[in-house]
């Protein structure tokens, strides 16, 4: 089973190193790295036609912002699955892409994911947040709940049938994707209950509060556009965080 790894990046000098170790020392053996870069000027593309991943795809271009660079990065791919990972994040274990594929060998099971934790910038030691998902269950959309996105791996039929990501969301288009996958798209979710990501804490949705309220009203127009509740459902979604601060790792 050959997965490909998407990772959308500008300017990313700074912690690619981490995330393209984590990415070297998976013990799947069938893996392409699609890299789909905005124009970084901090010595990004020097490093990764260095030191990139030895079957690596990379494309430096502009985009429309995130999502349009991750949508690039999916057209391109050509795994039987496909997941995302940016500079920020890493995974969390070596064994984590075996495990996707083991999970994905049940052709009745369209994608997997797992739990997150977010760690300090200076320390990815000091967990912040662990967000631990929990199984699948489409009731539980209506009370707030999501996959942790970047732990989401999912067949690339998946993308074929329910489409891309809406790049007329700038930063909730990952939640409106998810939102869709799992209504219209009838997608089958198995739950992998460890850590299968790290992701640095600081990310575009909480940077600034205008940016946090940008985020609330893409997540509510993501949760009418698919009939999975209404504010009720954006107020329990943000809720549900505030336990993880507390919640210690297993």
Do not use: C
Request: proline share 5%.
């Amino acid at each position: 089973m050959k997965i490909s790894v998407v990772t959308a990046v500008m300017n990313g000098r700074a912690t690619l190193p981490r995330m393209l170790d984590s990415l070297l020392g998976q013990s799947h053996p069938d893996v392409e790295h699609v890299v789909q870069d905005g124009g970084s000027t901090d010595g990004t593309l020097a490093f990764l036609r260095e030191a990139g991943h030895p079957n690596m795809a990379l494309v430096s271009a502009p985009d429309g912002g995130i999502y349009d660079a991750i949508n690039a990065g999916i057209e391109r791919a050509t795994g039987d699955v496909i997941g995302l990972l940016h500079a920020d994040d890493h995974l969390a274990s070596a064994d984590i892409l075996a495990k996707v594929a083991e999970t994905l060998h049940d052709p009745a099971i369209d994608g997997v994911y797992g739990d997150l934790q977010y760690v300090a910038r200076d320390d990815e030691t000091r967990v912040i947040r662990h967000w631990r998902a929990g199984p699948y269950a489409r009731t539980k959309l209506k009370a707030g709940w999501m996959p942790p996105h970047p732990t989401l791996y999912l067949r690339r039929e998946v993308f074929d049938r329910a489409g891309l990501y809406d790049t007329s969301y700038r930063i909730a288009g990952d939640y409106e994707a998810m939102l869709r996958f799992l209504t219209a798209g009838g997608v089958r979710l198995a739950y992998i209950p460890r850590v299968m990501v790290r992701m640095k804490i600081g990310g575009i949705s909480n940077r600034s509060f205008a940016h946090m309220i940008r985020k609330s009203r893409e997540d509510y127009r993501a949760i009418r556009r698919h009939n999975v509740g209404g504010i009720g459902t954006l107020m329990a979604k943000n809720l549900s965080k505030l336990p993880q601060f507390g919640m210690r790792p297993r």
